[in-house]
């Protein structure tokens, strides 16, 4: 399984749509080939339309404000006494985490369409609150698919979606969670794609929309990239890019340029939620040796059981607690080309703790798994290593677990 170069990671699969012939595809039901098609190929042809390249960088620049700070955490360096240790802080993109970047590509792909309507399905509530934005931003009517039970625990996340005027579907099948509100929003399209476009808010579903949000997140490594060349004059001899795993698309959008450089120069780390210490449950299909399978459309390694009944995942973060992974990051971890790994709860939280007390920064749950592993390997790594990790999310998300866990006030 080969990694070729100079190929956007995105397009390097077969015409079935699998990443080294066994990831991804589109398992989908056969009403909803048209519209995938349909998709398909509009996107084939604006992604090499300058005027829609040119109008997605003026969205990126003037809405969501990119590009966001690349910092050097100073004082958190000189506690662990190794490498150096760096941020990409993508939490300050607009909405306060990278979501926002396929969001706003999938609303000018919605209005590129003809479309006035655009639809979504969120689990935590944060794929639903970008596109709510996007909508909002772009004059088009929003209806998320959320499960019930969803819907009850993520209430603040629910306000700020209908604040921004769209519309919230519960979902009462099966466990009234994402799994069943990702269902239901498929089936919505299959009898709407005419007036309505469907977002998928990872790097995950049908191959059409692995490659859109890996296309839309690339954008932090671009940026990265000229940070990198303006910081340190060319790329560093020693680097290593840390990122959470969810569905993958925030480590997708930070490595997508490194991937070519030699793993010895530029090494790429991915954290998946561990869960709890305590409980045999995580969130951590690549690292825990989970086994392939298929979710949401596309064959992934996911949390299974030896029937193939997808297991209950727990984490800590709602962003990383999903029981699949992109088909791209299974296929970059069998080329050898990434590690993955994995954080508990506990260790994202001492990480949360450890660099609000020392830094300004404040990573939400997820980015905190990304720093657990920086803390972890920094304090053994020469001063000329640079590790940067991406701050994909903002912790005032947070603010109630960690209030209730680490009793501190957030600022
Ligand atoms: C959604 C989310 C994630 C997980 O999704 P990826 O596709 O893996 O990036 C991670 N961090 C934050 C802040 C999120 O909102």
Redesign the pocket.
């Known amino acids: 399984m080969k990694i070729k170069k100079k190929i956007p990671l995105i397009d390097q699969h077969d015409k079935n749509g699998f990443w080294g012939g066994k990831f991804g595809g589109n398992f989908i039901p056969e009403t909803l080939k048209k519209p995938v098609d349909d998709l398909t190929k509009l996107f084939a042809k604006i992604r090499k339309d300058k005027n829609f390249i040119k109008k997605r960088d003026y969205y990126f620049k003037n809405y969501v404000g990119a590009p966001t700070p690349f910092i050097k955490l100073n004082n958190l360096t000189n506690y662990l006494g190794g490498a150096q240790i760096w941020a990409k802080v993508v939490?300050e993109a607009n909405g306060g985490?990278?979501?926002i970047y396929n969001a706003t590509v999938h609303a000018l792909i919605c209005k590129k369409a003809g479309k006035k309507y655009v639809i979504g399905d969120t689990g935590?509530g944060?794929?639903g609150k970008m596109l709510s934005m996007a909508a909002k931003k772009f004059d088009l009517k929003c209806k998320i698919f959320m499960g019930a039970k969803d819907i009850k625990r993520q209430k603040p996340n629910c306000d700020a979606m209908r604040k921004n005027g769209a519309e919230i579907v519960p979902v009462y099948s099966g466990s009234q969670t994402l799994v069943d509100a990702v269902s239901e929003c498929m089936r919505y399209w299959v009898s709407n794609c005419d007036t309505t476009h469907m977002c998928v808010?990872?790097?995950v579903g049908p191959n059409i929309f692995v490659k859109i949000c890996g296309w839309s997140t690339a954008q932090i490594s671009r940026e990265l990239k000229i940070q990198l060349k303006s910081e340190f004059n060319a790329i560093p001899k020693k680097l290593k890019l840390i990122n959470?795993?969810?569905?993958?698309?925030?480590?997708y959008g930070f490595w997508s340029e490194f991937i070519d450089y030699n793993k010895k120069q530029i090494e790429l780390i991915g954290v998946e939620a561990g869960g709890p210490k305590k409980s045999k449950l995580h969130a951590a299909p690549l690292s825990k040796g989970a086994k392939l399978g298929i979710l949401h459309g596309s064959a992934s390694y996911v949390c299974q059981n030896n029937e193939g009944q997808i297991n209950e995942t727990e984490s800590i973060?709602a962003?990383?607690d999903y029981p699949g992974v992109?088909p791209i990051h299974c296929f970059l971890k069998d080329a050898g080309r990434a590690r993955y790994t994995y954080a508990s709860d506990e260790e994202a939280l001492n990480a949360y703790k450890l660099v609000t007390e020392l830094e300004s920064i404040s990573p939400?749950l997820?980015?905190a798994h990304a720093f657990a592993e920086a803390i972890k390997i920094a304090p053994k790594l020469s001063k000329d290593t640079i590790i940067i990790c991406n701050s994909?999310?903002d912790s005032y998300k947070d603010r109630d677990i960690l209030k209730k866990r680490l009793d501190k006030h957030i600022k």
């Not at 959470?244 to 480590?251: K, L």
Request: aromatic residues 4%; hydrophobic residues 20%.
């Open positions: 939490s985490a990278h979501k935590a944060y794929a808010g990872s790097t959470c795993i969810g569905g993958g698309s925030s480590a973060s962003g990383l992109s939400s997820e980015p994909c999310g």
